[in-house]
Nanobody, 127 residues
Framework: QVQLVESGGGLVQAGGSLRLSCAAS????????MGWFRQFPGKEREFVAT????????YYADSVKGRFAISGDRAQNTAYLQMNSLKPDDTAIYYC????????????????????WGQGTQVTVSS
């Protein structure tokens, strides 16, 4: 069983920055991609960003392009989400997820493209 642990969430004022981290509990398995999703109250979980080591690419939701940046260390099975210029609309629970085998790029922007999920970390942006 693989556990993903997120950290770095919290309360920040609009315009501020936060950096989320995600670490996998085991380093002995191969990761194809690690992604971040978020969930607003009463809404479905939505894609934010992913880093695909298998495809050597990163993908972003339009709503965060230019403000958020995903990075990671494949050898350490870790991923980070640098969030800048935060807005109150970014307030949500942020989840880390990992895909352990190759997927089509379209799948990596959906929850179906991932095998393991973290417990989530709350991000609150005040106006």
């Amino acid at each position: 069983q693989v556990q993903l642990v997120e950290s770095g969430g919290g309360l920040v004022q609009a315009g501020g920055s936060l950096r989320l981290s995600c670490a996998a509990s085991r380093r002995t398995f191969s990761i194809y991609a690690m992604g971040w999703f978020r969930q607003f109250p009463g809404k479905e979980r939505e894609f934010v960003a992913t880093i695909s080591w298998g495809a050597s690419r990163t993908y972003y939701a339009d709503s965060v392009k230019g403000r958020f940046a995903i990075s990671g260390d494949r050898a350490q099975n870790t991923a980070y989400l640098q969030m800048n210029s935060l807005k109150p609309d970014d307030t949500a629970i942020y989840y880390c997820a990992t895909a352990t085998y190759g997927r089509a790029s379209g799948q990596l922007t959906t929850t179906r493209g991932y095998d393991y999920w973290g417990q989530g970390t709350q991000v609150t942006v005040s106006s």
